[in-house]
């Protein structure tokens, strides 16, 4: 999915969430709904993509198979630790719960925007929805690995 659409939608999202709860609700969710794709960044880098900022903001604007077909980028399974951590239902989780706790409405928020970027993902990914859990990827490693392998060659952006 381009990013420029997460951004947008936690854009959208957030102007809801800062009339109805203010600026840090707001903050949250524009932040991690619309930001935090951010960790893929490096795995495009390493996968092809010039390293300039120029090109880097031209990407916002690209879906994965215009990556792939301008700067010859191959999708897979990014490396960093950032993308199962952030890429996660677990994650949505511990940032409510932390937001509950701390009585911090930018943590929750930080939650419902990590959640709607993950909705958004939903059909990027092999497996569908169980693909959005740590536990799930890690009790399911090879069903993943293989998954993965034939979901590159058929989902449509």
């Known amino acids: 999915m381009r990013a420029i659409t997460h951004i947008a939608a936690g854009t959208a999202a957030a102007a809801i969430a800062g009339a109805a709860s ?7 969710i ?13 795995h495009f880098i390493s996968a092809g993509l010039p390293s300039n900022i120029r090109t880097i903001l031209k990407s916002i604007f690209m879906n994965e198979k215009q990556l792939e077909k301008t700067y010859s ?19 949505v989780f511990l940032l409510a719960v932390s937001g ?15 959640l709607l970027h993950l909705l ?7 497996c569908g929805i ?10 399911k490693k090879q069903k993943l690995m293989t998954e993965w392998q034939t979901h590159r060659s058929t989902v449509r952006f």
């Open 130 to 139: 169980p693909f959005f859990s740590i536990i799930w990827r890690c009790m």
């Open 73 to 91: 980028i191959s999708r897979g399974i990014p490396s960093s630790w950032s993308f199962p951590v952030f890429h996660c239902i677990e994650f």
């Open 22 to 28: 203010g600026t840090p609700a707001a903050a949250g």
């Open 30 to 42: 524009f932040l991690f709904g619309g930001f935090l794709d951010v960790d893929h960044v490096t």
């Open 100 to 114: 509950f706790l701390l009585e911090s409405s930018f943590l929750m928020a930080a939650g419902i925007g990590v």
């Open 120 to 126: 958004m993902d939903i059909r990027s990914y092999p």
